[in-house]
């Protein structure tokens, strides 16, 4: 087949990482692959260095332009009458509805759009959420068939009109990666002692929760051997730091911005923490499994389909500092229970989450 993946930034988050993934493996699998992307970034100099073809868009930004968007809009659609691909795959809320629109009228034969999270689900007023719903609906309604990343991203739409039939769950999956010794880890990341380490791989923004994983840290910190470890850049970065100073946490908390590879440090920590309000099935979470960690996460989203608690990791109430600060509590002083915790979730992402099962699942939707 002819596939053109499409998404909006050319960063390289979560959804980034898929359209990676899913390119890569595809043009393994023997079809002709291209990337359809916002211009200038780590995914397409990663999809580049992998010989898989890509294809920028100058000025396709998140932010809505009347002007950009008209741009992006004939361009893709242009695009897609030359390229005349056999499957058009959109990710991300804007490429989606754009894209999908555009691959409509330039009558492309498959149209697969994949949900890697509502924004609808993320604390903000109810008229947003409301016109968020309908433009979502209208993308769905524009695709031949949805991938939602989990069951519960289904279970939040299948009840709407017109597109219950459209939606297919297909999980996110990751490949084993390198993962450097934890000695020579810790020595990378500046910790150069026996410290119990609790660490993230984030972005810095207020969806992923770590403003309560601070507060948690205020209290759990005191009068112990510990060190917080955030790794991931963003918005919030400015409010964050503000926090750890008011708090007085600057020796014992460290954002350290944008790692190249950030995921090949895992090992450097004793305990993974990601207390996110709202989340689909995140990367970083199967990546802390690949590395045998025990796991901290919100009970939100797709979270639940990876994590049990008790038996591969523990989930905690979201937007309760006070939970995140017991279990941190009960892990650091429980070394069996984090090692038992640690190897199941790495057998179960082993076994239920991998690039081989989202790649030929997604190729069966094709």
Same mark, same amino acid.
């Given at each position: 087949m002819k596939i053109l993946y499409g998404i909006t930034k050319s960063n390289f988050g979560g959804a980034q990482r898929y359209v990676f993934d899913l390119a890569t493996e595809a043009k393994k699998a023997g079809h002709d692959?291209?990337?359809?992307?916002?211009?200038?970034?780590?995914?397409?100099?990663?999809?580049?260095?992998?010989?898989?073809?890509?294809?920028?868009?100058? +000025?396709?930004?998140?932010?809505?332009?009347?002007?950009?968007?008209?741009?992006?809009?004939?361009?893709?659609?242009?695009?897609?009458?030359?390229?005349?691909?056999?499957v058009f795959h959109t990710n991300s809320s804007k490429m989606g509805g754009v894209g999908n629109l555009a691959a409509r009228l330039a009558g492309v034969r498959k149209i697969i759009f994949t949900a890697h999270g509502w924004a609808f689900n993320e604390p903000r007023p109810l008229y947003q959420k409301l016109i968020i719903k309908f433009f979502v609906w209208l993308t769905i309604l524009l695709s031949h068939k949805t991938i939602c990343v989990s069951e519960q991203s289904k279970t939040d739409v299948e009840s709407w009109p017109f597109i219950r039939s459209k939606l297919t769950v297909v999980h996110n999956g990751v490949e084993k990666f390198e993962i450097i010794p934890r000695e020579q880890a810790r020595r990378a990341l500046g910790i150069h002692d026996d410290t119990l380490v609790v660490g993230t791989l984030a972005e810095l923004h207020p969806i992923k929760g770590l403003d309560l994983l601070i507060e948690a840290w205020?209290?759990?910190?005191?009068?112990?051997?510990?060190?917080?470890?955030?790794?991931?850049?963003?918005?919030?970065?400015?409010?964050?730091e503000e926090l750890i100073t008011v708090l007085g946490l600057t020796s014992s908390v460290t954002l350290k911005g944008y790692m190249e590879n950030a995921r090949q440090y895992l090992h450097a920590f004793d305990i993974f923490c990601l207390p996110s309000r709202s989340e689909n099935l995140p990367?970083?979470?199967?990546?802390?499994?690949?590395? +045998?960690?025990?796991?901290?996460?919100?009970?939100? +989203?797709?979270?639940?389909?990876?994590?049990?608690?008790?038996?591969? +990791?523990?989930?905690?109430?979201?937007?309760?500092?006070?939970?995140?600060?017991?279990?941190?509590?009960?892990?650091?002083?429980?070394?069996?229970?984090?090692?038992?915790?640690?190897?199941?979730?790495?057998?179960d992402v082993t076994e239920n989450f991998s690039v081989e099962k989202m790649l030929r699942n997604t190729l069966a939707s094709y």
């Open positions: 692959v291209a990337v359809l992307c916002g211009a200038g970034g780590v995914l397409v100099d990663k999809l580049r260095e992998n010989k898989i073809r890509v294809i920028e868009i100058e +000025g396709l930004k998140r932010d809505i332009s009347v002007v950009d968007e008209s741009r992006s809009f004939y361009f893709i659609f242009r695009t897609l009458v030359e390229e005349n691909p056999d205020d209290k759990f910190s005191k009068n112990r051997h510990v060190h917080l470890m955030i790794l991931g850049e963003g918005e919030a970065r400015k409010d964050l990367y970083a979470i199967l990546e802390a499994g690949i590395a +045998g960690l025990p796991t901290i996460a919100s009970e939100v +989203g797709g979270i639940p389909e990876i994590i049990e608690t008790g038996i591969n +990791g523990v989930l905690v109430e979201k937007e309760n500092p006070e939970i995140i600060f017991s279990t941190l509590l009960l892990l650091a002083e429980n070394a069996p229970l984090r090692e038992r915790l640690g190897v199941k979730l790495k057998e």
